[in-house]
């Protein structure tokens, strides 16, 4: 029992942070129609500076406890790259989506290195840090507040969005822009301020993502390439484009890939493949997506 | 045959045959069924009830490849072409279609003269031989709606459907691209051909039966004198009554 | 003709460089060498059938894990079997993966590529009792021609017996290749290219006809990889990586995918000015990066383009630009 259950949380954290970082993959496919490859490379971003900014705050004197404030003020405030990379792609959104495809690889790769470069190629954490809120029990397995408050945070977040997306002009907005572009601009949106909102939010849900998993984990060299893979798995099993389906999609893979590390390691990551080649052969829109091209 | 999407019934008791050697007017008001008519008959859509044959064969859904692999061809209402290909290759692409011969994956193409010429002379009866080196994108409007519908010829259907094969065209040319679509189906051999269209004059002028839909039904399938003469028909579907004309 | 000059010009420089430049120049051709396969490969798919396949690493590492296999662990070293036998292998692979991949176009089939390539890194690195996990596998000095020249030290053979042999074969295959474009079938695949409607109103069967480009494509990329092997000796799951297939588009692009020959250049660019960075700063990624923004934006045709080179029986997919 204390098995499953180490499973299941340690599933929903990875879920957690899955969901952040689909989110602003869907958002951003559902506006502007683009798959953001470069939106691992955001979380990695967003991992570094988290590090950075909780090591700076804790040697400026902070105390140990409050180590969240920076962790999410850098994980927000790192989205500032986001209008930059919307202004490169703005070249490119009448063409084709092959070009903007390559347009983010290009990114990919260009950060991949900026992260080399500002902090190295070891990994990068905030070592023992996040147990300073120590753990508690959940029907009988050990787990550390710090997941459950991270887990809460991947809550709070999609009723955020959820609110955002039905209630706020905005939302209504970036729903009309994602079913009809042109009738959107017609009736007077100015797509342009909409696209770099859009990016921008999307990028910060991946920042975002990416500081939190930090006190649980290094910052590593490899980790935003590696991940949108999984970020891929998540939409694909979603659907792309459906906030609902990052949920679903998030909690999938999450638990699917808690649940192969503690039976079958060698199975993690093609096991997550596997279900996605599935997904696509029996049902392309995943869970909750629209029909693919 | 039936055909519903939802609740809505887009095509309600349609019967219709064409035989060899006919001219079928299909005409009717926007959202009388005829696109979906259309769709149906070419294989792209299956009807809800109701069969669709093709020389006593069932060709309902069976999709577009494998219809013009039986005989029977379809023209777009918008002008569908190859647009980084050259006029001359946009034809020889049914000509390979034709001649089964896309499975040569080592073969040279510009050394084919049986591709070369069954292509060329599509391009002669529809005018446009002297363009066949221009990439399909660069001709002009009414060229690439004629290569759009040679392109089609060049497939040597025994039926062709046409989905309004002059729009988009002045009213001046369009006698003159019909006349260059009849002379040529007689020189291709095509059997019979449907075609979709709005222009009341080329209707008439061309037709040997004309079938008008409405909401879904068929209203009347008779000869054009008989058409003309039926009020009810005219005012439904035309608005107004037509010019006379000799047949 | 005058293109027939060039080409001689450039085919008899290759020929007399291991003769003039140092042995380090002429074993990084054979990387050259080696990618140029791929990539013409790749643009079989890309360029001239309009599929972007970001999995096309897939083929490279199935290619590259059959010569270490068949030369370290089976002991076979002639070079000709071990071609033929990464070429059947990545058809063995494509045929199953294209006939799903095939169904889908745009995005979705981008993304399945690269599931697909990443799903075969995985096999790679977790069933190490297999393939060597992450040291990966040695790949044993192959035989060429049927004759060994173990007694050869490594540079030399690299530089000139190797070098020849992986240039002849890249000439054969780009001959075949240049075939095929000309070929009624390459007409169908530029035909799918511009407008499947189209294509399948005229009886052209557009799944078909991809999957058979992709079969292609595939082998190509094998046999890339089955020659990219045995000139670093080691082959690792990182072949298969998904950033290395991005780099294969990058090559085709580089070049110009509307050229026959545009992924040649844009492969031969890529390896020489990488080297080239790399010994500057270890932060070539940066600016290759740099780079690929610069040419999506500003010159998507490729090099190619820049030349006033019109391009010869392919007209490419030219982007949409701003009305």
Redesign the interface.
Known sequence: MTDVVNIALSGVFHAAILFLVAAGLQVIFGVQRIFNLACGSFYALGAYVGVSAVRWALDAGLPPPYFVLPLIVAGIGVAAIGPVVERLLRFVYDRDETFQLLLTFAVVLMLEDVTKLVWGTSPFSTGGLYLVYGSVSVLGATVPVYNLVVIGAGIVVALLIGWMLARTRFGRIVRATAENREMSEAVGVNMRRVYTQVFTLGTGLGTLGGALVIPSTAAMSEMGIDLIVEAFAVVVIGGLGSMRGAVAGALAVGLLRALAIATYPELEMLLIYLIVIAVLLWRPRGLFGEAPA | MRKLYGDFCALNGVSLAVRAGEFVSIIGPNGAGKTTLINVLTGHLPPTAGSIRFNGRDIAGIGPVRLARLGLARSFQLVSIFPALTALEVVEVAVVSRLRRGRRWFASLARDREVERGAVEILELFRLADRRATPARNLAQGDKKLLDVASTFALHPELILLDEPTSGVSTRDKTGIMEILVAAAKRVGIKAIVQVEHDMDIVFGYSDRIVALQEGRVLADAAPAVIRADEAVVAAVVGRPPAVRGD | MRQRLVLGLVIALALLYPLVASPYYATHMLRFFAYAIVVLGLNLLFGYTGL?S?GHSLFLAVGAYTAAVLTSQLGIRSMEVVLLAAALASAAVAVPVGA?CVR?????F???T???A??FY??LL??YHLTGGDEGMRVVRPALLFVDFDGVPKTTFLSHHYYYYSAAVLLVLAV?MW??V???????L??I???P??????????TR?RW?AFV?SAVYAGIGGALLAPTTGQVDPGLA???HS?NL??MT?LGGFTHFVGPVVGAFVFIHLQDQVMSLL?????V???I??AV??FV?GGLMSLCSIRPRAL????????A
Request: one cysteine or more; charged letters at 15%.
């Open positions: 972007l970001f799903l889908y176009v745009r995005i979705y981008a993304m399945l690269l599931a697909f990443m799903l995985s096999f977790k069933f075949v075939r095929v000309g070929s009624p079938f390459g007409l169908c530029r035909a290219r511009d407008n409607e189209k294509a399948a109103a005229l009886a052209v069967s557009v006809y058979a292609v990586y998904w950033t991005g588009v990058f692009l270890p932060y070539w990624r940066l290759f990066g740099a690929l923004a999506v934006i998507p007209r490419g997919r030219a982007p949409r630009t701003a």
